[in-house]
């Protein structure tokens, strides 16, 4: 992937949604699994999928305080988002006209 | 649209707002509901504390019902407090839970010195007028204190601006007499509250 193109790993809805509700919470904030799920609408099978996928690549960390999930980005999460939406402004300027 | 297949840019785009809107709209603590609530409760409660003293020469305190109705009130405040901030806050760890959990035990920490002194200042033979006074306005004076400090830690403008409202008005109601204080308590202090709820209806709408 060149540093112009949108991350395949966040372009696809259900990833891309996780990424942005967890950018939502400030650094040093995570959120429980069950309170995801109930913000995504996803089925527990689905949203594991999609996190494996995004903890592989190093975006999200899972982290168990308490036996609960903990679920936060990592700064190469944030990091790959911002670049991602970055990109994306940068394609929609192309196809916009002036 | 399915969650496993690929986007074009400009439905991730608008997927992105939606996602960010919906976030933060399930996070955020609903703060005009909760100002409503005090404000009624307040409003309600020390205004009926004031309807039953009225009048009284010399003064002897409020009458049983009236303290009954803020109790209530009060507790059902409390109760839609609880509800709504763990409504919005179930699920979240890390430093924005410790910082809530620090901040709710800012009221007890508060309150039970300031009835504890309420006890002392009676148990020292404070007249009925005196303890008239320190009842209505030290609610309001640990309660600005608290939302002046809390402001600071989430720079909320209308915290602070309530927080330095319900501190006026607390100093301002104690020379008012026990009977005016209450009158103060209920017209600024949960007025106050009241306002504080509609400026930040309107300004969410606008």
Known sequence: MTNDELDPVIHVPARLRIMVTLATLPEGDHLSFPRLQQILGLT????????RKLEVAGY????????????SLTHAGRAALDRY?????????????? | MSDDQMLDPSAAAALIKQAQDHARGAFAIKQPLLYAAWGVAWFIGTG?????????HPYNGPAGWSVAILVVLIVAAIAATVFITSRATWGIGGNSA???TIFGLSWPAGFIPLFLVEGALSHAGASAAVMGVIGAVGPLLVTGLIYVTAAAMWVDWTMLALGIWLLVVAAAGGWAGPVGALAVDA?????????AAAFLTWKKQG
Not at chain 1, 85 to 98: A, C, F, G
Not at chain 2, 48 to 56: H, T
Not at chain 2, 187 to 195: E, H, I, T, Y
């Open chain 1, 44 to 51: 527990p099978g689905n949203l594991i999928t999609h996190l």
């Open chain 1, 60 to 71: 999200v960390c899972s982290a168990k305080p308490d036996g609960q999930s903990a679920l």
């Open chain 1, 85 to 98: 939406t970055e990109n994306l402004r940068r394609l929609l300027d192309q196809v916009s006209p002036p």
């Open chain 2, 48 to 56: 009926a504390m004031w309807l039953s003293v009225r009048g009284q």
């Open chain 2, 98 to 100: 410790r910082q809530g």
């Open chain 2, 187 to 195: 017209l600024a202090g949960g007025g106050g509250f009241l306002v």
